[in-house]
């Protein structure tokens, strides 16, 4: 008779239990430490068993994936649970509102047990490797945008007319004349070298003349050597994170070539985002098709109605990958300046009067499709062949990003 054991995962101490096919506990719920003595007790415990059991756990942080390493290379199948499954489990269940770590093993092992939960594939290793390097990138370029944030905070304070100098702050000749002004080298000849080197030749003396009148008649507080210090250390960070992206860049592009070469070739779908997206995705073989995948994203559309209460439109589910879900948000809004399938069905949406949020969610959901089948079959995208693609989402349940 099949067994069931239901691992609570946590970040120092898992909890373990075992059930038999019918939810009766045959080993009591029990803590094993995240290390390597604590990892192989519980294999140990688990072939006291005979090796009949099928393991389930929660895909708590990154604290999963050490067990799972243990428990995969022990030669047990291992289903790593959506947490929205095992909720849904405990409201069903006869275990009131306690909520302990004895508890939630036994969910999940519960969960396991009744939804027949497959197991979980061994992740591919370029693809896990592509995963890590899109999530740190998304963490270097949130540390990126928040000392551009601070900067322009700075300014604020000490020079509010310097926005007025330059269209875009963070160009090559604004950064240079920052350098200057966060080191007190605010001299006219030297300012005028770094300009038209840093400009390319478009800015020079007459530019450095306008600067310095700006900085002398401007009404901010004086820029005393805290400030600057900030100034000076936030421009030290941008370089940082600016050369830490650059690199991450390089070897997610590398990997993407091995993962889904063929992604950068759709429509507002360049190579970093295509990085995220297949990083996101995985092994793309695991969903039976692309509505499975759609739901994966969170894009499918939900519908609430109670009694005599009907909405109008309905809203995406935002369950599963929000970084999916973003990325390709992000995809869909560019598909839009090109002249593609996505545009011509954004614009057949807004012509029966939805919302551009409602149309962005489709056209996401519309090149998801795309997206599967590229990534099953390897090959490049192409206008003729794939504006079936997705064809029957275009009637689906309208959705609001919420």
């Not at 029990?30 to 389930?56: F, I, K, T």
């Not at 551009?148 to 310097?162: F, R």
């Not at 020079?204 to 009404?219: H, N, Q, Y």
Request: hydrophobic share 40%; with cysteine.
């Amino acid at each position: 008779m099949e067994k069931y054991a239901g691992i609570d995962i946590a970040k120092k101490v898992h909890w373990m239990c075992v059930t038999d096919g019918e939810g009766r506990l045959i080993m009591e719920p029990r803590p094993y430490g995240n290390d390597s003595e604590g990892l192989s007790r519980m294999v140990a415990d688990l072939d006291l068993y005979g090796g009949d059991v099928a393991v389930g756990m929660e895909s708590t942080g990154c604290y999963w994936r050490s067990c799972y390493k243990v428990l995969a290379e022990g030669g047990y199948p291992v289903s790593v649970i959506n947490p929205v499954k095992t909720c849904s489990e405990r409201k069903q269940g006869n275990l009131g509102r306690a909520k302990t770590d004895r508890v939630d093993c036994l969910v999940v092992a519960d969960t396991l047990r009744k939804q027949g939960i497959a197991p979980t594939p061994p992740p591919d290793a370029d693809a896990a490797q592509l995963r890590d390097l899109c999530r740190f990138r998304r963490t270097v370029s949130e540390s990126l945008s928040r000392a551009k944030i601070q900067i322009v905070a700075l300014l604020d304070q000490v020079w509010p007319e310097y926005p007025r100098l330059f269209g875009n702050l963070f160009c090559g000749a604004s950064l240079a004349v920052l350098r200057r002004f966060a080191v007190g080298d605010m001299g006219a000849d030297g300012l005028a070298s770094d300009l038209l080197s840093a400009s390319r030749n478009r800015y020079g003396a007459a530019k450095a003349v306008e600067v310095l009148d700006s900085l002398r008649e401007t009404c901010g507080v004086p820029a005393t050597d805290a400030l600057l210090l900030q100034l000076r250390l936030l421009l030290d960070q941008l370089d940082f994170c600016a050369s830490q992206l650059s690199e991450v860049d390089a070897e997610a592009d590398a990997l993407l070539d091995a993962v889904a070469p063929t992604l950068p070739t759709v429509p507002g779908i360049g190579r970093a985002t295509a990085a995220q997206i297949a990083a996101e995705v995985g092994d793309v073989t695991r969903f039976r098709d692309a509505k499975a995948l759609v739901a994966y994203a969170g894009l499918d559309p939900t519908r609430r109605q109670s009694g005599g209460f009907d909405p109008d439109k309905n809203r995406i589910s935002k369950r599963g990958s929000a970084h999916l879900r973003r990325s390709l948000y992000i995809a869909a809004q560019a598909s839009l300046r090109a002249d593609c399938e996505f545009r011509d069905f954004y614009d057949r949406l807004r012509g029966r009067g939805y919302s551009h949020r409602y149309a962005v969610c489709a056209v996401a959901r519309k090149m998801l499709c795309v997206v599967w089948a590229l990534m099953r079959s390897g090959e490049e995208y192409s206008r003729e062949r794939h504006a079936a693609r997705g064809k029957a989402l275009e009637g689906a349940s309208p959705v609001d990003a919420g």
